[in-house]
């Protein structure tokens, strides 16, 4: 099994401790399964390795929630904290604390992606992620401004 779906999985598996030579790729490989695996053992799920349901629904509740807004419009051609230059098709999140090029799997209403720390921020009290307006698109978080996402962060 391949594609985006898969790295979304490997994004949140990759994420426990327990797992550690999940990729970020988008293959589902015997480490995915030896993580999903673990993972469900952890959960008290049949252990097959096969993300069903109920493993999807206890993969996707074990990630963190915390609050998100975004940015963009009116920055474009600037720089970023972590070098380069913010563009409108930029995916990439900003964060205060972690390194730069720290991948992050972000979930909100069933849309996932995997996002970069590209830069720092958020400035406002409360929020822990500032995403780029394109990241915000591809989860369909543009219409809320701020939202509560769902987020695992690679080790």
Excluded at 104 to 119: E, P, Q, S
Aim: hydrophobic share 35%; charged share 20%; with cysteine.
């Amino acid at each position: 099994m391949t594609g985006a779906d898969v790295r979304i999985l490997n994004g949140i598996v990759a994420s426990k401790t327990y797992a550690p030579d999940v990729s970020l790729s988008n293959l589902f490989d015997t480490s995915t399964a030896s993580g999903v695996r673990a993972f469900q053992q952890r959960k008290g799920i049949s252990t097959t390795g096969v993300v069903d349901k109920n493993t999807a629904k206890e993969l996707t509740g074990s990630m963190r929630t915390a609050e998100a807004s975004y940015y963009g419009e009116g920055l474009y051609g600037n720089g970023v904290a972590c070098g380069g230059t913010l563009r409108p098709n930029t995916i990439g999140v900003a964060h205060k604390t972690l390194p730069c090029g720290t991948k992050v799997t972000f979930g909100y209403h069933g849309h996932y992606i995997v996002a970069k720390v590209i830069d720092r921020g958020p400035y406002i009290a409360g929020r822990t992620w500032d995403l780029t307006t394109a990241a915000a698109d591809a989860l369909g978080m543009t219409n809320a401004g701020v939202a509560d996402v769902r987020y695992a962060v690679d080790r």
